[in-house]
């Protein structure tokens, strides 16, 4: 989904978050180079579209805390939400959703286009 092309249609100085799939983002050259023109301000991910991730110049820009890359890129592994604490939110949101559903008939989660 994000390609050059995608990455080049968002507004400049956007922050990129992705925490979802690995291959909506399928281009590490696109994102080092929105990233170093300075069109994307910063990105965040948790997930790579190759787990474990290949060699990279931006993974070893990353890895070596390179200056221009520096506060702008921040990289988890995608299992970074895990604790026990998350797990009892995650059921107390499930179950939240479904109350709010049967109460009011609708779902707060929902996305219209």
Same mark, same amino acid.
């Given at each position: 989904?994000?390609?050059?092309?995608?990455? %080049?249609?968002?507004?400049?100085?956007?922050?990129?978050?992705?925490?979802?799939?690995?291959?909506?983002?399928?281009?590490?050259?696109?994102?080092?180079? %929105?990233? @170093?023109?300075?069109?994307?301000?910063?990105?965040?991910?948790?997930?790579?579209?190759?787990?474990?991730?290949?060699?990279?110049?931006?993974?070893?820009?990353?890895?070596? @805390?390179?200056?221009?890359?520096?506060?702008?890129?921040?990289?988890?592994?995608?299992?970074?939400?895990? %604790?026990?604490?998350?797990?009892?939110?995650?059921?107390?949101?499930?179950?939240?959703?479904?109350?709010?559903?049967?109460?009011?008939?609708?779902?707060?989660?929902?996305?219209?286009?």
């Amino acid at each position: 989904m994000l390609d050059a092309d995608g990455l %080049s249609r968002q507004k400049p100085g956007a922050i990129l978050d992705n925490t979802a799939r690995g291959e909506l983002l399928d281009d590490l050259d696109a994102l080092e180079a %929105s990233l @170093r023109n300075g069109h994307l301000a910063a990105a965040a991910i948790d997930t790579l579209a190759q787990e474990p991730p290949c060699d990279h110049p931006l993974l070893t820009a990353w890895r070596n @805390r390179d200056e221009w890359l520096e506060g702008r890129l921040v990289i988890t592994p995608h299992n970074a939400f895990y %604790s026990d604490h998350a797990a009892i939110e995650m059921r107390h949101n499930a179950a939240q959703t479904v109350k709010i559903l049967l109460d009011e008939g609708r779902l707060r989660n929902q996305l219209t286009a």
